[in-house]
T-cell receptor, first 114, second 110 residues
Framework: DQQVKQNSPSLSVQEGRISILNCDYT??????FLWYKKYPAEGPTFLIS?????DKNEDGRFTVFLNKSAKHLSLHIVPSQPGDSAVYFC?????????????FGKGTKLSVIP | DVKVTQSSRYLVKRTGEKVFLECVQD?????MFWYRQDPGLGLRLIYF???????EKGDIPEGYSVSREKKERFSLILESASTNQTSMYLC?????????FGSGTRLTVV
């Protein structure tokens, strides 16, 4: 049972335009969400996060939106740059009960075309 | 700068070999994790450890074991490597609410 879903395996966007990566979750106990970026042959690196008490968090070109009622979050990259081409993983955790684990989606491969 | 270091970037091993993948973190984190990443399957948790000498099975522990003798080191062991264990292996440690990942080990079993 996949608790974190990234339904788009891939996405292509023109340089300078907006990239929108989507993520859905099913576990209503999740209260903290993260996005990781991964280049080939490297480990994932943390990009941005959001707590369930917020509906938006912004860091430079990256903004994450959270819609708790829909159990949906999205990552917006504006403007997109060729260096943003990577696999993006959505992850979620339940910070209650001392949970240590992040649950990851399967990833979305973003290609930014120059 | 915090670091998670995986000892090998690339490994080629033969079927049936015992394989050790080493991971060291310098952040004094208690929680460490081993994942494998395969195309179309994302990151799948193999094992994790929340303290020295403690270990818990993840989603896909079959064919693997782990060792955590010291806080900074978490080893993944493939008892008898098989071709379906060819993958990218990622170690992570947890500080706060997020993970720090190592650079990964690309293991090929032939």
């Amino acid at each position: 049972d996949q608790q974190v879903k990234q339904n788009s395996p891939s996405l292509s966007v023109q340089e300078g335009r907006i990239s929108i990566l989507n993520c859905d979750y099913t576990n209503s106990m999740f209260d903290y969400f993260l996005w990781y970026k991964k280049y080939p042959a490297e480990g994932p690196t943390f990009l941005i996060s959001i707590s369930s008490i917020k509906d938006k968090n912004e860091d430079g070109r990256f903004t994450v939106f959270l819609n708790k009622s829909a159990k949906h979050l999205s990552l917006h990259i504006v403007p997109s740059q060729p260096g943003d081409s990577a696999v993006y993983f959505c992850a979620a955790s339940n910070s209650g009960a001392g949970s240590y684990q992040l649950t990851f989606g399967k990833g979305t491969k973003l290609s930014v075309i120059p | 700068d915090v670091k998670v270091t995986q000892s090998s970037r690339y490994l080629v091993k033969r079927t049936g070999e015992k394989v050790f993948l080493e991971c060291v973190q310098d952040m004094d984190h208690e929680n460490m994790f081993w994942y494998r990443q395969d195309p179309g399957l994302g990151l799948r948790l193999i094992y994790f450890s929340y303290d020295v000498k403690m270990k818990e099975k993840g989603d896909i522990p079959e064919g693997y074991s782990v060792s955590r003798e010291k806080k900074e080191r978490f080893s993944l062991i493939l008892e008898s490597a098989s071709t379906n264990q060819t993958s990218m292996y990622l170690c992570a440690s947890r500080g706060g609410r997020g993970y720090t990942f190592g650079s990964g080990t690309r293991l090929t079993v032939v």
